[in-house]
Nanobody, 123 residues
Framework: QVQLVESGGGLVQAGGSLRLSCAAS????????MGWFRQVPGKEREFVAG???????YYANSVKGRFTISRDNVKNTVDLQMNSLKPEDTAVYYC?????????????????WGKGTLVTVSS
């Protein structure tokens, strides 16, 4: 069982930065693939960034070059550094974990989810 708790959301102006963090419980965290998704009310959840258990990152095209995902297998955390934020990045951001892989798309089938943290980017 893995529990995920996100933090770091908030209100920021366009062009600014935020850093999201996800704290995970569980002794086998280092063996889980991790990722971040986001969802706007009325729209499908969408993949933002993922990182394999050995630390290989991958990104949605919409955030590539602006967002950076990282993990610390000692602290059991996965972070999302978000730079050059745009109003269209406004969403609830969810941390996700899976023993196999964090797939792109809507994240259907991923084992564990956090409750989310709201990011609002004002224009």
């Amino acid at each position: 069982q893995v529990q995920l708790v996100e933090s770091g959301g908030g209100l920021v102006q366009a062009g600014g930065s935020l850093r999201l963090s996800c704290a995970a419980s569980g002794r086998t965290f280092s063996r889980y693939a991790m990722g971040w998704f986001r969802q706007v009310p009325g729209k499908e959840r969408e993949f933002v960034a993922g990182i394999t258990w050995i630390g290989i990152p991958y990104y949605a095209n919409s955030v590539k070059g602006r967002f950076t995902i990282s993990r610390d297998n000692v602290k059991n955390t996965v972070d999302l550094q978000m730079n050059s934020l745009k109003p269209e990045d406004t969403a609830v951001y969810y941390c996700a974990a899976d023993r196999d892989k964090v797939t792109t798309g809507t994240g259907d089938g991923i084992e564990y989810w956090g409750k989310g943290t709201l990011v609002t980017v004002s224009s």
